[in-house]
């Protein structure tokens, strides 16, 4: 009102039209602009700041650019809650799904780490190289911790690509990818004690490979895995974890562009283990499809835990808790704060684990190699190798290698390994020599880096490649798609000895792209082209397997990269491995395909050591007149045995003392062996005599019986005659079955015994597995025992013919 009248002094009549529709086109101007300037600022804040509706709620993420002109952005979800807080009563127990939230949630940075202490004397043996050498730098991941850490990452590159509209929940709607990308989750590793999801960023291996990437958090330590070994605390924490992140991944990774029917789980060194793991539960059947296991399997002596009620106990003194009854036990540790409980330094000797998975019946339902046998992960596609150098971190630990190894260092490293790992006393002594044996350059024996060099192949043998084998072989026998790899390269460093190989985990900077960004805190290599090269044929790889179970395709090996570097991996083509050819890929500099990796030492370990075990038992048999512990019968049948007995061992608790005191062998005095003699001639002689009666007495029946048919049936039936002979060869079966000498395995000097593969993987002091079949044999009526059925026994439908169980994934 008062405008117009300002307006009627100043302007003549005839000009007040005019002047009127004037206001109204400008202030019709100035709304546009403000609505602009809206929309602009709405699409701005989209563009840099994403939002995405899950089944949960709404998050809010943020647009990060790549280090590269050729590379897309990516979108980062970070600290996105998977799980329920596992706190207070919720403590050792299985995870539970995340409460929905209102609003949005801000999903712009990470979320505290679980509880860990990398000041404990940690299993560094057991750990990536690079995670070792910068303790300093991954004290900075870590130093934000809390319970409450159960939270994954999500790294979605940003692509044009054609969307539809979807209703998640209620009426807000979401826009899914029409063609949507394979979903790569990371398992990071750390011996099960360190170690977090939020040190690898996705974000270059997701958009050069145009794919999906996801990191997470799972408990680890005390608090992932401790276990009573019964209904009091399970165990396996840290792996109900990791289901449950693969269940929320399923659910809600379409809504970030993934494809919930391509996902893929991979991880390194403990990762690697824990993958396995997976592959071998039902809890995580149809959760994922593919596996990529690097330097690591479930078959290595620190992957799982067969003692863990030994460490549990010793938590417990430790902190003031009573040991006497798991449920007192777990309600006391439960009220400890997780400060207290982390800060308690307990380790297991050097290979193997205090706190790790353990066979509960349930998540993990027998021991990996027999669930392996039984096919219990034929249903999914696998990629595993090895690294060329994988166990410096045992070598470094034992003495100063900057000059080589002495023969002295050299004895000592091999004593002290058979010590831990075996701990029969008689049998170690053959078992040590031998070992020095075959890791001994003989053209070479006094070179002291060429000892070096053979005693970090020991420990790779041991415990990288001899498992890592066994695994392919055991998925490709029959048919599943296999691929195996063994790494040959790493950065230039200077933390790093230059005489050293590939060391355990120096592939993943290659996998993460780090080359193609350069030095960062964790990877401080001075980067070549030829490093660039491989991490992007590293990355196609990794990512075509992730996309089609086939590293070599969709996407070719090309020299297309962001450097000028020729790809060595053109003309190149990654075959299928199969226990026969044993084919593999050389990744280095010098590509190739190659077979049967380190078979003459895989041999050794597979076959000629349990042999070797073998030959201790029927020695010490025949040398004795004193009674000893019988053979176990299934040690004389080809088939392997599901058996979980073990051979007679030391109580020595692995510390290898005694048998660094035993000093040269000392022949002892002479002695009349004319008693033991005449013994064994005079059971010779009967076992002799038993047989000509047993063959007289068989041949006197066999005669009696025909002369009887040809008297009833002049004109006797083929039929008859068979069923005879059949009859006969039964009979003759059974007697050759009971007359088998002990010596039998003298005779087979490749037949493994059953349960070795399992005593090799456990200590000395090992206690009895709680699988199905002993758990269910202990009556429910014995005074405090409490009802064990529904945590021992397999899920309805379990088979225990030998064959995969319903619940099975195989294919076969």
Not at 143 to 166: F, K, R
Not at 409 to 431: I, N, W
Not at 747 to 766: I, M, T, V
Not at 774 to 782: A, E, K, V, Y
């Amino acid at each position: 009102m008062w405008l117009a009248t300002l307006k009627g002094h100043l302007a003549p009549a005839h000009l007040l039209h005019q002047q009127g529709t004037a206001t109204v086109a400008h202030c019709a101007l100035l709304w546009w602009m403000l609505c602009s300037s809206w929309s602009l600022t709405k699409a701005t804040s989209q563009k840099f700041y994403p939002t995405v509706t899950t089944q949960f709620g709404k998050l809010r993420g943020l647009r990060v650019p790549v280090p590269s002109e050729v590379l897309r952005p990516v979108d980062q979800y970070l600290g996105v809650p998977y799980a329920a807080p596992p706190v207070g009563e919720k403590r050792f127990m299985p995870p539970e799904q995340p409460s929905p939230w209102s609003g949005v949630k801000n999903a712009t940075h990470f979320m505290p780490v679980c509880p860990q202490n990398i000041h404990n004397t940690a299993p560094e043996i057991m750990m990536p190289i690079w995670f070792t050498y910068n303790l300093d730098t991954v004290a900075t991941y870590i130093q934000d911790q809390s319970e409450d850490c159960l939270y994954l990452n999500i790294y979605a590159p940003t692509e044009d690509g054609e969307w539809m509209t979807v209703e998640p929940h209620g009426e807000d709607r979401e826009p899914l990818f029409i063609f949507p990308r394979p979903v790569m989750v990371y398992i990071h590793g750390g011996s099960y004690m360190e170690g977090t999801g939020n040190m690898m960023d996705g974000s270059i291996l997701a958009s050069y490979g145009n794919v999906v990437v996801v990191t997470l958090n799972y408990r680890i330590g005390i608090l992932g895995f401790l276990s009573t070994g019964d209904q009091a605390a399970k165990g396996n924490y840290g792996l109900l974890d990791q289901i449950q992140a693969l269940r929320w991944i399923s659910k809600n990774i379409g809504y970030f562009g993934g494809d919930p029917g391509r996902i893929t789980v991979f991880g390194s060194g403990i990762g690697a283990s824990c993958v396995s793991l997976l592959t071998l539960s039902h809890h995580s059947e149809g959760l994922f499809h593919r596996a990529i296991i690097q330097s690591g399997s479930a078959l290595s002596s620190w992957a799982v835990n067969y003692h863990p009620v030994k460490y549990t106990r010793m938590l417990a003194e430790r902190v003031g808790c009573n040991v006497l009854d798991t449920v007192d036990m777990v309600s006391c540790l439960q009220k400890k704060s997780a400060k207290e409980l982390v800060e308690q330094d307990i380790q297991a000797d050097r290979y193997r684990v205090a706190f790790g998975p353990v066979i509960d019946g349930d998540v993990i339902p027998d021991d990996p190699e027999i669930l392996m046998e039984q096919g219990e992960f034929l249903n999914y596609d696998i990629m595993l190798g090895v690294n060329q150098g994988e166990g410096l971190r045992f070598v470094e630990n034992v003495m100063d290698l900057e000059d080589g190894v002495s023969g002295s260092d050299f004895d000592f490293a091999v004593s002290d390994f058979v010590d831990s790992l075996y701990g029969y006393p008689e049998g170690k002594d053959t078992l040590r020599e031998t070992i020095k044996f075959m890791y001994t350059d003989w053209a070479d024996k006094d070179n002291p880096e060429t000892r070096r060099k053979t005693l970090v192949a020991l420990f790779t043998d041991h415990q990288w490649v001899e498992p890592s084998v066994v695994t392919a072989d055991l998925h490709a026998r029959y048919g599943s798609p296999t691929y195996f790899y063994a790494f040959y390269h790493h950065c230039q460093s200077l933390m790093k000895p230059v005489w050293s190989d590939s060391a355990h985990g120096d592939e993943v900077p290659y996998v993460f792209g780090i080359p193609m960004v350069g030095p960062t805190d964790l990877f401080p290599c001075n980067f070549s082209r030829n490093d660039i090269m491989l991490s992007a044929v590293v990355m196609t790889y990794w990512t075509n397997f992730a996309k089609s179970g086939d590293p070599n395709k969709p996407v070719p090996q090309d020299t297309k990269f962001i450097h000028t570097k020729a790809n060595r991996f053109e003309e190149v083509a990654w075959s299928k491995y199969d226990p026969y050819d044993q084919l593999y890929l050389h990744i280095g500099l010098k590509p190739r395909i190659r077979d049967h990796y380190r078979a003459t030492k895989v041999a050794f370990w597979k076959h000629l050591v349990p042999h070797l075990y073998n030959l201790h038992d029927v020695f010490h048999y025949s040398s004795t007149t004193t009674k000893v512990t019988p053979l176990d019968p299934t040690q004389s049948s080809g088939k392997r045995s599901g058996s979980t007995g073990r051979p007679p061992v030391s109580t020595s608790h692995g510390d290898g003392e005694a048998g660094r005191e035993m000093g040269p062998l000392i022949m002892p005095n002479p002695r009349d062996y004319s008693t033991e003699l005449s013994v064994t001639i005079a059971v010779g002689a009967s076992l002799l005599f038993l047989n000509v009666l047993a063959f007289a007495a068989l041949y006197y029946r066999k005669d009696k019986r025909s002369r009887q048919e040809t008297s009833q049936q002049p004109s006797p039936q083929r039929e008859s005659k068979g069923n005879n002979a059949s009859h006969t060869n039964t009979v003759d079966e059974t007697l050759s079955s009971q007359q088998r000498s002990p010596c039998e395995a003298l005779h087979n000097p490749l037949h493994a015994s059953p349960s070795y593969s399992l005593s090799q993987r456990r200590s000395p002091d090992d206690i009895p597995l709680m699988t199905p079949n002993n758990i269910t044999m202990i009556p429910n009526s014995l005074m405090g025992l409490s009802n064990m059925s529904p945590y021992s026994t397999f899920p309805a439908g379990y088979s225990s013919t030998g064959l995969p169980s319903t619940h099975s994934t195989t294919r076969v």
